[in-house]
């Protein structure tokens, strides 16, 4: 039987930790006896949403950027986004002196792009459903000399989100369930490494948006499968299929995977406004989204969820929100 060597480790998570102590936010975790009383369980929110650049992105992107050495500092970073990476490799990038050039889909939300652009980088468009946002990335990267900071594809990245779940973890102790969004599967990656290193009984639950279920397909197969760019309120989870790094790392790691409607976000996203009054973004909100219907079956004890960011405009959180939506 051969074995390989995992590609991020509790260490690893303890490593960003360190490095991301007193630059990043330790956000806080939000109770609800609404919330537990509706879903008959104790549900812990790690709310991403006031994390620095409003999401969860900024932990992978600061200790990956911060690893570089004094000549890659000097030529500046690359990467592709639909909008908080993007944000989030921006800003770290302005932190430790360096410029940054971000390639995003033309449909990003124009709140990301504008708070991308603000942190000083440079913004390259493309169209999610018929350009390659990897090869552009790539192109731009090699011309211009920049050293390329992938959204979840790298260790470093998936060891700086899984601060988020050991931050919980450190907080609120054994939790009997770990619910965590899913896009490209560095959050998953992370946390779950955190979570089964602490607490191998803990059962790690990821959420898809029913568009775009690759994660929960490439689970099934026992091996990345691709499903067309999902077409979903939830950008952040707008991705085709699972990385290679993150998929050898969760395909070990993750129980299962939940799935979710876009009416399903959006009942969540009102929930999490009218009763626990923080804006969530819709990938943001999918944890708690699995959650209300009971979309994870039976719940134990206690729960946490990840929520991961709460980066959309007024007008969008309105529109999506506004009764009827």
Known sequence: ????????????????????????????????????????????????????????????????????????????????????????????????????????PE????????????????????????????????????????????????????????????????????????????GGGGLMAGSATAAKALYPGIRVTGVEPEAGDDTRRSLAEGRRVGVPVPRTIADGQAVHIPGELTFSVNRRLVDDIALVSDDEIRDAMRFAFERLRIVVEPSGASGLAALLPGRTGPLPRRVGVIVSGGNVDTARFAELCAPGA
Do not use: W
Not at 152 to 158: A, G, T, W
């Open 107 to 182: 449909d990003a939300p124009p709140s990301k792009r504008a708070a991308t652009e603000a942190y000083g980088a440079e913004i390259v468009t493309y169209d999610r459903y018929t350009g390659d946002r990897v090869a552009i990335a790539e192109a731009l990267a090699a011309e211009r000399g920049l050293t390329l900071i992938p959204p979840y594809e790298h260790p470093h990245i998936m060891a700086g989100q899984g601060t988020a779940a050991l931050e919980l973890l450190e907080e609120v102790g054994e939790v009997d369930m770990l619910l965590v969004p899913v």
């Open 1 to 104: 039987m051969t074995t390989t060597t995992p590609t991020v480790t509790l260490d690893d998570v303890r490593d960003a930790a360190a490095r991301l102590d007193g630059v990043a936010h330790r956000t806080p975790v939000l109770r609800s006896r609404t919330l537990d009383g509706r879903v008959g369980a104790e549900v812990f929110l790690k709310c991403e949403n006031f994390q620095r650049v409003g999401a969860f992105k900024f932990r992978g992107a600061y200790n990956a950027v911060s690893r570089l050495t004094p000549e890659q500092l000097a030529r500046g970073v690359a990467a592709y986004s639909s909008g908080n990476h993007a944000q989030a490799v921006a800003l770290a990038a302005r932190e430790l002196g360096t410029t940054a050039v971000i390639v995003m």
